[in-house]
Nanobody, 127 residues
Framework: QVQLVESGGGLVQAGGSLRLACAAS????????MGWFRQAPGREREFVAS????????YYADSVKGRFAISRDNDGNTVSLQMNSLKPADTAVYYC????????????????????WGQGTQVTVSS
């Protein structure tokens, strides 16, 4: 199992930016496909972004495409989510997730394919 700890959440005004980070430990980080998900109050957890083991393939939910950017540092064992042009609709708890994957190039949006989860970090966007 890989352990994941998110940081970087907070309160920001609409139009602002935040950068989330997720630190991984316990296993070889580059063996894992990584993802970011979010869950707003009263709603199901939803996909935000995914990045392949190599970092070369990225995939975004339509709702964040062009505003959010996922990246990873395999030497530093971290994955980040740069969030720009934030909207009140982006308010949620953001979760980092990891999935062991044999492919260097796979990205996936299905929640059930990720076996390892962080505790989440709150992002609140005020209007």
């Amino acid at each position: 199992q890989v352990q994941l700890v998110e940081s970087g959440g907070g309160l920001v005004q609409a139009g602002g930016s935040l950068r989330l980070a997720c630190a991984a430990s316990g296993r070889t980080f580059s063996d894992y496909r990584m993802g970011w998900f979010r869950q707003a109050p009263g709603r199901e957890r939803e996909f935000v972004a995914s990045i392949s083991r190599s970092g070369g393939i990225k995939y975004y939910a339509d709702s964040v495409k062009g505003r959010f950017a996922i990246s990873r540092d395999n030497d530093g064992n971290t994955v980040s989510l740069q969030m720009n042009s934030l909207k009140p609709a982006d308010t949620a708890v953001y979760y980092c997730a990891a999935a062991s994957d044999t492919s260097y190039y796979t990205v996936r949006s299905d929640l059930k394919s990720y076996a390892n989860w962080g505790q989440g970090t709150q992002v609140t966007v005020s209007s």
